[in-house]
């Protein structure tokens, strides 16, 4: 089985962000603890995050700016993605871009253990083409799940392993050997099942939109403030604030204030698991006004004050 989850891919050059609370992505030297997942270089944007090793049990929604696939090696487990509920079992794929908050539970007992890649779809667009339409738009009459025959269950297996060896041994072109094997996973996920088409005016409409957040949200991830409202953006992009109200709700289903606050205490987050600084300059780093307000939003994004949801992360790694 494979499950899509995919929208659109928001492309941002070097840093890369989960967006909900959870972990930030940014390519480039290692400085930061496993959750915070790097690339080795900027040049070739493709990391393998997890092999054959548990899932982050995750209770927040995040997203992410990167597109990610992962294979279930082992365990039982439920994604929530948006509103869609997809219990997973070893042997699915689920394919998932930054566009639809998700998180992953499963019961301790019985642990999810994953195979995850991370990359920038860059890598495909131009080899793609028209077989990239079903990452790049949103649609409610989307298909998440296909059901392959046990031949392409087993080609997507296939794979997934090649892709995880190239990338462990790293010889001489292994960058084309991955984004050959990551072409082949798409188009095999393309054939498989009754996935929507968009009309051509769909697919412009659509592109339009996704041109249009990701600028935003490329702006967002830069400008961390607290001069950063929505009424300072919505000027910014030329927008009547009320309709960037709305417009941005839609498009990433919570508020701007709340997007805001969850990319905030994103960075807090990594600043903090990398011991970087005291809580004064993490959180004025972040865009926070003041230390109370710093502690305020990250108890509501986590339900902890940092130092003891930082303690408890550690204590859960260490398990």
Wanted: charged share 25%; hydrophobic share 35%; aromatic share 14%.
């Amino acid at each position: 089985m494979v499950i899509l989850a995919l929208d659109l891919y928001i492309q941002t050059r070097g840093q890369y962000y989960f967006y909900g609370g959870m972990m930030v992505h940014n390519f480039g030297e290692k400085k930061v603890s496993r959750r915070i997942y790097r690339h080795n270089s900027a040049e070739f944007p493709f990391e393998l995050a997890h092999e054959n090793s548990p899932a982050n049990f995750m209770r927040e929604f995040h997203w992410h700016d990167f597109l990610e696939i992962t294979y279930v090696n082992a365990g039982r487990g439920t994604y929530y993605i948006e509103d869609k509920i997809i219990p997973v079992q070893a042997g699915d794929f689920l394919v998932i871009n930054n566009i639809e908050r998700h998180r992953v539970e499963f019961n301790p007992s019985d642990p999810l253990y994953e195979t995850v890649f991370h990359f920038d779809s860059e890598m495909l667009n131009n080899a793609l083409k028209d077989s990239f339409d079903i990452f790049n738009y949103n649609s409610t009459m989307f298909c998440n799940k296909l059901t392959l025959s046990p031949e392409n269950q087993r080609r997507l297996e296939e794979v997934t392993a090649v892709i995880v060896e190239e990338f462990k041994r790293k010889e001489a072109c292994y960058e084309l050997c991955i984004i050959s094997q990551l072409i082949q996973f798409v188009a095999i996920a393309y054939r498989s099942g009754d996935t929507y088409r968009q009309s051509p005016p769909q697919r412009a409409r659509s592109c339009a939109n996704i041109t249009r957040i990701e600028t935003i949200l490329k702006y967002l991830s830069a400008h961390l403030e607290p001069e950063t409202t929505s009424k300072v953006v919505a000027e910014r992009f030329f927008l009547n604030q009320s309709y960037f109200s709305e417009y941005f709700k839609k498009m990433m289903g919570v508020t701007f204030t709340e997007y805001m606050r969850e990319l905030r205490v994103s960075k807090s987050v990594q600043l903090l698991e990398a011991g970087e600084g005291k809580i004064i300059d993490i959180a004025l780093a972040c865009g926070f006004s003041s230390v109370s307000a710093f502690y305020s939003a990250f108890s509501k994004v986590h339900g902890l004050p940092p130092q003891k949801y930082i303690n408890q992360k550690k204590r859960n790694l260490s398990r």
